[in-house]
């Protein structure tokens, strides 16, 4: 090969993965979002050692999270830093999918072809940009998937070192990548076997090709022993069946956003594959995940199986080329009309999925439970609150969705502490709300009591008090007073009678208990959910409009079911909770004991109202404490 031929393909690779950068530095400094927003909220103050030792729940990708947390601790903590090592992962996956096509003697046009590709790949463009562990798959992919071919053809210790470092990292980034390298497992035992045509040296082989992959599965098989019982809760959340829906969604991705078409050229490439170890290693790194995934029934999201991209993208890549090449040789004019169409195509409709995703990303329309904040807007907003909001004031969070609000880790202590003092009784004089600006108290969907009953609050009760980049202070003008009780009773829960179920048993109990001295204990054997009634009626008269009951109450952190002051006249009732996913606390009583004080606002229409506390108690034992009760009106 001469050496102007070189310098081009240099040339021509380094414009591709210049490409790639260019299209993945526009909004890689948004506000987190959805998931990554859930990540670093939960995981980026973890300890290290939490990190390694510890598989919480499917959220924790544990490896990218290590070298995030290696960034921030270097550069320091913004959005770009927490990204960072996803977009180093997605630039560098560029080249190394044309070094892979040239491993496995494909053409080198149809490598840069899916260099191209890759570059312009809707799912790699996206996890590119977030910070989770999906990116991070890709290259390891096509690093493992590279280091094994190359220590199959050289049986170099350099390449098994590589292949069992790249396999590890693959497990402990997602635990589902295992699936894959069992593929990548098959491959070499095949592959080896086919090497020689005497069964013991066929043994030999298989032998020498597999000892990097005995050392890989020992290693992540100890390590999954460590985390055994956070990866049984995963498996329970991903336990369900693979249907034609998850099919299609798995398939679709993998070629978005160009479409189905796509696999004609991949077929085309599967058949015109040149080397027998070539579709030896395609059929293995698909089919044995497949069986895995029916044999286990841990069926996860589309973006699970992302692992399998390189391989459409490198196998379409060549079938597009052979198409072009055929055709030049019928006619040359009608080649290069042909080839231009192409290229059309595999650039529009990317360019227009990603001018409108970078659009959604910048106005905040994919997050569900609304825009999120900066990390800077965050912290100084925090700060602000600290230093300018009273402790007799209620704060709520209304960013970037319940848990995903990025103002939970600078505020949610805070917050919290400010939750649970309310809760003991100490006196609340103002409800404060803090909102993105496409997104005030009053557009703002509250957490639901039912899905057909949803609060919604006047925009006229709200007075802006502060703003800071996209963030604004509201203020709820409304009068707070206490309703039922009219004073504070630490011990008002115990009160609300017994039950005549027989096997529902109704206690009061000295521990573990949060506020007075006494706590509200429910045993039900019923073996259903039951709802309770409290036979206490209290009549009250509301006397204008725009009035709320402000409800609180705690429960034990760890049991589901709720408690509502309800109102006979409107029931289920018009609710919202505050603050859904905060509120969480430890007493040192006994040991510790893990508690959720829940505030919930509801509306109340006027007239005459008779009010009784509804107990929802799941099957088992059940606690609460500190039941109280607020008026809020004009």
Known sequence: MSQTSLENKFWAISGLVLLSIALRLPTLGSPLIEDEAISFNRYIDVPWKDLVFYYHDTNQHTLFLLLSKFSIWMFGESEIIFRLPSFLAGVLSIPLIYRLGLLIKIPWSSALISALLMGLSWPHLKY??????????????????????????????????????SGFAMAITLPSNLFFLCGLAVFIVIAGYLESKEIKSSIKNISKSFTPFLIMFALVGVYFLVIYEGLKIGKHFYNQLLTETQIGNIAGLLVAPWGFWMYLFFALGIWRLRLAKGKILLLSVVIVPIVLTLLTGVVGFARTYVYWLPFVLLLSAYGMTEVFFAVLKQTRGLSYGLGVGVIFLLIFSPAKKISKHYENRNNGSLVVGGPNATLSEASQMAVWVEENIPEDNLIVINTGGSESSVLNRYMGKKVTERMVHFARGEELRKVIFIAHQDMPPEKYPFTPWVHDRILKLPASRFNKIYSFGNLGVYELDLKIKRFITSRFDPDYEVKLGTSEIPQVNIQKIEEPI???????????????????????????DILGENTYLLYIFIKSAHQKGGVHLGDNKNWPPTLGFLNPWLGRFRLAISGYYDWHVKFSLSSLSKGRHYFQERIGVQIGNSYFDGFQSYLLTE
């Open 514 to 540: 949060v506020v007075g001295k006494h706590a509200l204990y429910i045993e039900n054997k019923s073996g259903v959910p039951i709802d309770l009634i409290s036979p206490v009626v209290k009549g009250a």
């Open 128 to 165: 590119s940009l977030e910070g989770r562990g999906y990116a991070l798959t890709i290259f390891l992919v096509l690093l493992a998937t590279y280091s094994t071919v190359q220590y199959l053809n050289s049986s170099r210790w350099v390449w098994g070192s590589v292949l069992i470092g």
